[in-house]
């Protein structure tokens, strides 16, 4: 099992920027691959970005709607997942999760069917 934690969550104007921190805890092996994904009402949860320790595949993911906005990275001996958010766009509120998979990144990529432990989510709000 892996319990996650999220923070950093906030309001923010457009264009700034916030960084959202996701704490792991539990079984090492649980934590192949990292990923946001985020979530507005009566939608469908989307998948924001991924990532993994792994040196045999590629490090990161990101959906289309943020990349080269936004950055993860993780820090395997702390277990802690990073989303750095910059440029921030009133369509990027939402409330966002950290989810976590013992799979590759390849395997999983953004589907949210594929991760096993989620974290209760933060709250990012955005004013234009």
């Known amino acids: 099992q892996v319990q996650l934690a999220e923070s950093g969550g906030g309001s923010v104007q457009a264009g700034e920027s916030l960084t959202l921190s996701c704490a792991a805890s539990?079984?090492?092996?649980?934590?192949?691959?990292m990923a946001w994904f985020r979530q507005v009402p009566g939608k469908e949860r989307e998948g924001v970005a991924a990532?993994?320790?792994?040196?045999?595949?590629?490090?990161?993911l990101y959906a289309d709607s943020v990349k080269g906005r936004f950055t993860i990275s993780h820090d395997t001996a702390k277990k802690m997942a990073y989303l750095q958010m910059n440029t921030v766009k009133p369509e990027d509120a939402a409330m966002y999760y950290c989810a976590a998979s013992p799979h590759l990144l390849r395997q999983v990529r953004l589907d949210s069917q594929r991760y096993d432990y989620w974290g209760q989510g933060t709250q990012v709000t955005v004013s234009s």
């Open positions: 539990g079984d090492d092996h649980g934590w192949g691959t």
């Open positions: 990532t993994t320790p792994s040196t045999r595949e590629q490090r990161t």
